[in-house]
Structures are given as structure tokens and as C-alpha cells.
């Protein structure tokens, strides 16, 4: 992509720098910058601590610890809190479950070296949406797992879905064999009585718990998961000539 004109040369919006990183297959090196400069940050603290306990007693030394270990402490529970605030659907599209999906070891699931925890909100909120884009196939597949599980634990669930199943096979056979598109008003009416009772099974056997529960479960790990999960080249950049 090409960059808005800028008659200033001052500087390009964040939007945009994000985007041609993302298509240029570079998005990985701000994330890198990101924890890099946090890492320095955290390593330039004990010094400022270690010069500051030369000067004052040791009272103030275990304060300036204990303040320092509470307020980074804290950094993390706020970093960790705003990952429930992000929307992690806003960025995602139809397209993204078009593609191949991503190798489970190499690519989802990676290595140790994979993972770090994210140095702030805005490193947490650009690993969710581009992590959510590259593994939204293996997401997909994750919940189906969880659905599964959930109807195995349920077998009430697991009924009531085969019974809205079969309540709408039996309508598409009675439609076919009576002839309801020529009945409009027929029809209408027998899809609303489908629509009813397939309502009155979801609720009274428990198939909504069991969605419920597998959606829970799969947004937690996805969300967690796209978090802390660093990002990785999402292909080769093509080279200048």
C-alpha cells in the first residue's frame, strides 16, 4: 500500500503504519520494538533503586522494593484486564476463514519462546486482533472441540440438539411433499410453529448451557491465547527491486 501524501514529512498516522506493516508481513517487529523498550525500562529500574539506597536507610529501601514490586504488579493486573475489554471480532472478516489453516505445533501452539506476557494495553490489543486474523480457522476449530465436549457431558444437550435437527428435516420433507410454496401463508405459518418448538427444546434441554459453556471456554483460551502469543512473520516480504 502507499502511504496519504504528506506535505509536512512530520509523521504517518498509526492506522495506517500498522496497516502497511501488516502487509508488508512486518507487523512482528513492532511487537518485538514494543517489548524490547519495556524490557529496557524494567532493567534501568534497579539501578535508579540501588543509587537511591546508598543515599537513605534501609526503611526506605524496603519501601521503594515493596512500592516497586506493588505498582508492577499492578501494571500486569491492568494489562491483563484490558484484554476483556477488547473487542477481538472488530478487525476479523469472512475472508480470514477462507485461507489454509495455520500448522497446529508449528504455527498455534509454537514454542516457550512463542509466549511473553504483553508490556502494555496497546501491545495486548495488537497481538489480539492479529493473532484472532492468522488463527481464526484454528479458533474455529477450538470451539468445535469445546461444543463436542460439552454435548458429551450433556447428553440431555446432545438430545435436544438432534431433536431440532430432526424437527426441521420433518418440515423440509412436509414442505416438499405438500407443496408449501404454493401456500405462502401456509408456510409462514408452519415455519413460525418450527421456530416455536425448536425454542421450547434448546430451552428445556439445556442445549443453550452447553453453548453458553463451549463459548465461554473457547473466548478464554482465544483470548489468552492471542494475548500473550508474539507475533510472527504472516508471510515473506516481497523484496525490492
Known amino acids: 500500500m502507499a502511504f496519504s501524501p504528506n506535505p509536512l514529512s512530520l509523521s504517518v498516522p498509526d492506522p495506517a503504519f500498522e496497516s502497511w506493516l501488516r502487509d508488508s508481513g512486518y507487523l512482528e517487529l513492532l511487537d518485538h520494538r514494543t517489548s524490547a523498550a519495556a524490557a529496557a525500562a524494567s532493567s534501568s529500574a534497579p539501578v535508579s533503586t540501588s543509587a537511591a539506597a546508598t543515599s537513605s536507610a534501609s526503611d526506605d529501601v524496603v519501601s521503594s522494593i515493596t512500592g516497586g514490586f506493588f505498582a508492577s504488579l499492578l501494571s500486569r493486573l491492568v494489562t491483563v484486564s484490558s484484554l476483556l475489554t477488547i473487542n477481538p471480532f472488530s478487525k476479523l472478516s469472512a475472508d480470514d476463514f477462507s485461507g489454509d489453516t495455520p500448522p497446529w505445533t508449528t504455527g498455534f501452539f509454537g514454542n516457550c519462546d512463542s509466549y511473553s506476557f504483553p508490556s502494555s494495553s496497546q501491545q495486548a490489543r495488537m497481538r489480539v486482533h492479529e493473532n484472532i486474523k492468522r488463527f481464526a480457522r484454528n479458533y474455529a476449530t477450538l470451539f468445535i472441540v469445546f461444543f463436542a465436549c460439552a454435548l458429551y457431558q450433556m447428553p440431555l444437550a446432545l438430545v435436544g440438539l438432534l431433536a431440532s435437527l430432526a424437527l426441521w428435516e420433518l418440515f423440509?420433507?412436509?414442505?416438499?411433499?405438500?407443496?408449501?410454496?404454493?401456500?405462502p401463508s401456509m408456510r409462514k405459518f408452519s415455519i413460525g410453529i418450527g421456530q416455536c418448538g425448536t425454542a421450547v427444546l434448546l430451552t428445556f434441554l439445556n442445549v443453550q448451557m452447553a453453548l453458553f459453556s463451549a463459548l465461554a471456554v473457547s473466548y478464554s483460551v482465544m483470548i489468552l491465547h492471542a494475548g500473550f502469543r508474539k507475533l510472527t512473520p504472516s508471510k515473506k516480504p516481497s523484496r525490492g527491486r
Open 172 to 183: 423440509k420433507y412436509c414442505s416438499d411433499r405438500w407443496k408449501f410454496d404454493r401456500h
